[in-house]
């Protein structure tokens, strides 16, 4: 059976709509800047012996809610089935778009496995979550000990952050669920009164959007999206269920799958655009389709622009197959590990499965046996999930946790120091090699590492010591508190750049270009970190 379609990378059953890849009532459009209006009427007019329906915009030119949004990304809709293909060959040919393409259809990529096939444990459910912590006694499957991302290492420097927004475009999201008290978005440029308080083209968009059904509740009818956003943000430290890697983040649910974990590109393309415009800081995209799309890639690129953490799962199909988005080159890609730090080949629920693999693959994360939320019960934590879509919500919320230690990271930052600091291994021999390699791309995810590249402890008020002068050129001048005391200064990619003990109440910095920069001063008793910028 043919698969070019969006797919949450956790399994999806590919059932009534895998038979067609992309609508044929809906395609996706572009004019170009230089097309003049009486020849986008004429197309409409042409469009209209074919029954054509309506349009709608599904991005916006510019950043800014009330901004005049010219030669926007379009969504084509018809009152039936016609000939899409021909449709838009000919379209094509009037040389008045800059793309025209079928509005693909995809799916969420994760499977959930049978309520109480692992016998539960006596411990807190925390145990239940190896990808966290791994002690090489999971009963599920093998295990190996400290196969996981020490997470509960990096809890002791950050547990998150109110300020930062992560948008979970997938099947929605259970509401009132407990682990989320709190914890989802607010939009307050809105105000629930049946208008569009704040211009943005979506009615009382208070916590979220629903892209599928076109309203403001975006309940998750499937699961997917549930068991994802738990894995990003489960409250930790609350006595119930389970922790997510950041405890303090708001939640954004956009829907974008409808109740058969499906969805089309052009639901996908609007949410990325929301979520951009509301200048959220990372987006988890636990979905993917083998099919390219234009439209989808302006709308990540532009994302990328605005300082956008795209994070997206490799897929399930244990093949080379570029999905997107996370075959684009602004998202970071991540596959899949057991709990015995092998690639996930197959997964719990299918033979023929396994964590997809390529040369735009990033990082892998924990992904197959995860323990997560019910979409349909408060008090149900028996269900467990596996794929690629429960491994890059894990890559999603460490993401997030080094924004909260420095959130000066660009987007490329972060990638960087994924990759930097994750553990390279080496299992498989046919597949695993030292260094990056297209199975594990970087290796599997330590967010205690990555999260110690950026971090310095501060033990000690910086304001009772001084640096001046800040901007500097080639010297910086240091209280003489700190003579002999050791220094180190680091990029904002977290890299280690100069080193040494401070002499003469100065740091000679002249080696090291413009920009910012982050001081680490240290001696038996202190800890002082000071951002210093060079000009």
């Not at 304001?463 to 180190?488: D, H, I, V």
């Amino acid at each position: 059976m043919k698969k070019i379609l969006l797919i949450t990378c956790t399994l999806c059953i590919l059932a009534p709509l895998a038979a067609q890849d992309f609508s044929k009532t809906r395609l996706i459009a572009k004019f170009k800047e230089t097309t003049a209006v009486t020849s986008e009427s004429a197309v409409y007019t042409q469009l209209g012996k074919q029954h054509f329906k309506n349009t709608y915009p599904i991005s916006f030119t510019a950043n800014n809610k009330k901004a005049e949004r010219t030669k926007e990304t379009l969504v084509f809709t018809f009152n039936g089935a016609i000939d899409i293909l021909n449709t838009i060959t000919e379209l094509q040919e009037t040389g008045l778009f800059d793309f025209v393409e079928p509005d693909y259809i995809g799916f969420g990529a994760g499977k959930r496995g049978k309520k109480n096939t692992i016998t539960t444990p006596n411990d807190p459910l925390l145990n239940r979550q190896w990808g966290l912590s791994n002690n090489g006694t999971f009963e599920a499957s093998s295990a190996t000990e400290d196969a996981d991302v020490d997470m509960d290492l990096a809890w002791t420097i950050s547990t998150g952050n109110e300020d930062i927004t992560i948008a979970v475009l997938d099947s929605g999201l259970r509401m009132e669920h407990p682990e989320f008290t709190n914890r989802i978005w607010v939009n307050i440029n809105e105000t629930e009164d049946n208008t569009d308080s704040d211009g943005n083209n979506y009615t009382d968009d208070i916590h979220g959007w629903d892209f599928v059904n076109n309203d403001n509740d975006p309940t998750d009818d499937h699961g997917h999206g549930t068991n994802v956003t738990g894995i990003i943000a489960a409250t930790g430290n609350n006595a119930i269920g389970y922790a997510g890697a950041d405890w303090k983040c708001k939640i954004m649910p956009l829907k974008i799958l409808d109740e058969n974990n499906s969805g089309y590109y052009s639901t996908w393309i609007a949410a990325i655009n929301y979520a951009t415009n509301q200048g959220v800081k990372i987006m988890n995209m636990s979905v993917g389709g083998s099919s390219f799309s234009q439209g989808m890639k302006n709308a990540v690129d532009n994302a990328h622009s605005n300082g956008i953490v795209i994070v997206a799962c490799m897929m399930n199909f244990n093949n080379d197959t570029p999905y997107y988005p996370a075959a684009f080159e602004n998202t970071v890609a991540v596959g899949s590990t057991d709990a015995d730090d092998t690639r996930s080949n197959p997964f719990f629920w299918s033979t023929t499965s396994g964590s997809n693999y390529g040369n735009h693959i990033d990082v892998v994360a924990p992904g197959n046996y995860i323990y997560g939320l019910d979409a349909s019960s408060d008090r149900n934590y028996d269900y467990y999930w596996g794929g690629t879509s429960q491994a890059a919500p894990l890559v999603a919320g460490i993401c997030s946790l080094i924004l909260d230690v420095n959130p000066e990271l660009t987007t490329e930052g972060i990638r960087t120091l994924l990759r930097d600091t994750a553990e390279d291994l080496i299992g498989d021999l046919s597949e695993d090699i030292a260094g990056w390699d297209p199975y594990y791309g970087a290796g599997r995810v330590n967010a205690y590492n990555a999260l110690q590249r950026v971090l310095s402890v501060d033990n000690v008020s910086a304001e009772s010591y001084y640096f001046y002068p800040n901007p500097a050129t080639n010297t910086l001048y240091l209280s003489e508190k700190l003579n002999g005391a050791r220094y180190q200064i680091y990029n904002t990619l977290g890299q280690l750049l100069l080193s040494g003990s401070i002499i003469d109440n100065k740091l000679n910095i002249s080696s090291i270009g413009k920009g910012s920069y982050i001081l680490k001063v240290q001696d038996d008793f202190k800890v002082i970190t000071k951002k210093i910028i060079k000009n």
